[in-house]
């Protein structure tokens, strides 16, 4: 597919392993969430022993020199988030856990408009995520989880894309 954002999003060729055990983690472990009230979505940390679970994450954290682990963004049904950058992530690695909300990736034309291409989930698909490309997210009629693990400024999508290139992730 071609994109009409670049470097906005890659889709890995392989898929994760480990989405069912976050969810009952979530579920059963009663996971806490820190209300982020003011940004409308709430946080909650996800084990590393879980992501160790997973090979292909596993391999890709090994290889980065540094991430700031899994965590999980919720979202309430019928919300939206602004288009915005992530300020204090380089990239990051999401993958849905619930529900479906909907992601788009824009380059804003002028005051009033925006050229926009949607990242589509698919369950227990990964993908890389360029959160210094202009975003938002629209939630639809149930809760939204996504797990994300976020890496720091220093880490670029770039350097991510790379890592997962090495790997034989991408194509």
């Not at 022993?49 to 391999?59: C, H, N, S, T």
């Not at 300020?87 to 909907?102: V, Y």
């Not at 369950?123 to 360029?130: A, E, G, I």
């Amino acid at each position: 597919m071609q994109h009409k954002i670049n470097n906005a999003y890659q889709v890995l060729n392989q898929s994760s392993t480990i989405r069912t055990s976050i969810q009952k983690y979530i579920e059963s472990e009663g996971l806490k969430f820190f209300d982020v009230t003011r940004r409308g979505f709430k946080l909650g940390i996800v084990p590393k022993e879980i992501l160790d679970q997973d090979p292909i994450i596993k391999k890709i954290l090994d290889r980065t020199p540094k991430s700031f682990g899994g965590m999980i963004f919720h979202m309430d049904p019928w919300t939206s988030y602004v288009w915005h950058f992530d300020g204090n992530r380089g990239c990051a690695i999401n993958m849905l856990i619930k529900g479906e909300g909907h992601t788009y990736f824009g380059e804003k034309i002028n005051d009033r408009n925006y050229l926009y291409e949607e990242l589509v989930y698919e369950r227990d698909q990964l993908y890389l995520f360029n959160t210094s490309t202009e975003h938002t997210i629209f939630n639809k009629s149930e809760e939204r989880w996504v797990l994300s693990i976020g890496f720091p400024l220093t880490t670029t999508y770039q350097d991510l894309l790379s890592v997962c290139k090495s790997l034989d992730l991408i194509g």
